[in-house]
């Protein structure tokens, strides 16, 4: 569905040099960012801000030209044939609206189906499906401004989906909604896969995200791409510390055993780092329950968000 060779985007800028002279500089936001997506498959690209993720989901759109390498989506060269490829994806911006702000939201979706040339029957089919899963219907006959912010990004996934496409492109798909909202919007994009097999490429700064919907992660920083892996594998080798959550009868002394540490007491509930080289939970497990009465215990695996957070800060 996606094929991305060698792909690279510069900038040319002004930056002031003296009183009023001006020099010209050249940023390099994507270098050299190479990598495939299958049809069916829900990727997460991810990276710290100013990585180059939104450059690159505007290459893939058509909405820029690569300065070197080539792309293909749904085997059309974006920049290119851009209005076609516009028939095979859809497009969410956290921060851009494909709906009208002063029309209630019904005509929005009427206003599309006419510009994507949208038969009706199908058209009508769409919209009652995304009615129903995001519960559209209290608010179908509201203006776009009066709307909630998660209600509208409820109506912008309804409004990149009516033609039908099958390719999603998710930018900060839930920035600013509540939990609540978030859980829905996460809920229908997993049953949009599961039903039509729509391919998902999402960008975003909320990894929970990524753990609800991905099994595939691609991580950018600096313009490349420095990781692609499932979210096992990255654990599997960057998050070698786990956490084993300790309930004991009783108040005690920090527990003493090989290979792990205790890194917090609260009453009888204490918190023991280990790492997976240098034993299993069932090891440490056996050794505590050896030594210690017990009421509960609980391994915690590292949260992706931690891991990604200290790749961007160290490196891989």
């Known amino acids: 569905m996606i094929r991305v060779d060698n792909i690279s985007k510069t900038f040319s800028i002004w930056r002031r040099s003296g009183r009023v002279r001006r020099r010209r500089a050249v940023v390099q936001a994507v270098h050299d960012v190479s990598f495939s997506v299958d049809a069916g498959d829900m990727v997460g690209y991810v990276g710290p801000n100013g990585a180059g993720k939104s450059t690159t ?28 490829l516009a028939r095979h994806i859809g497009v969410v911006f956290g921060q851009r609206s494909l709906l009208w702000w002063d029309l209630p939201l019904a005509d929005s979706f009427e206003l599309l189906r006419h510009i994507y040339r949208v038969d009706a029957r199908a058209h009508r089919e769409r919209l009652d499906e995304c009615i129903t899963l995001l519960q559209l219907g209290e608010f179908l006959t509201t203006p776009v401004r009066q709307l909630s912010l998660g209600q509208r990004m409820r ?63 691609l991580i950018i920083d600096h313009g490349n791409v420095i990781y692609d892996g499932g979210l096992d594998a990255l654990r599997n080798k960057y998050g070698q510390e786990r956490t084993l959550v300790v309930d004991l009868a009783e108040p005690s002394a920090a527990i003493t055993v090989d290979d792990a540490v205790v890194v917090q007491i609260d009453g009888p509930r204490q918190w023991l780092r280990f790492r997976r080289d240098d ?36 490196g891989m």
């Open 57 to 84: 989901i505007k290459m893939l759109t058509g909405v820029l030209v690569p300065t070197a390498g080539e792309a293909q989506v749904a085997g059309l060269v974006p920049y290119k044939q851009r209005v076609e």
């Open 279 to 314: 034993t299993t939970a069932a090891a440490l497990i056996a050794d505590i329950a050896a030594r210690y009465s017990l009421r509960d215990l609980t391994v915690e695996e590292p949260a992706i968000e931690d891991i990604v957070r200290r790749i961007y800060v160290e």
């Open 155 to 217: 109506g912008e996934l309804t409004a990149a989906l009516l033609h039908g496409p099958e390719l999603l492109f998710l930018d900060e798909p839930t920035v600013g909604l509540d939990v609540v909202s978030k859980e829905g919007v996460r809920t229908f994009l997993a049953d949009l896969n599961a039903r039509h097999g729509t391919t998902v490429m999402l960008t975003t700064h909320d990894l929970d995200d990524i753990e609800r919907l991905c099994s595939r992660l």
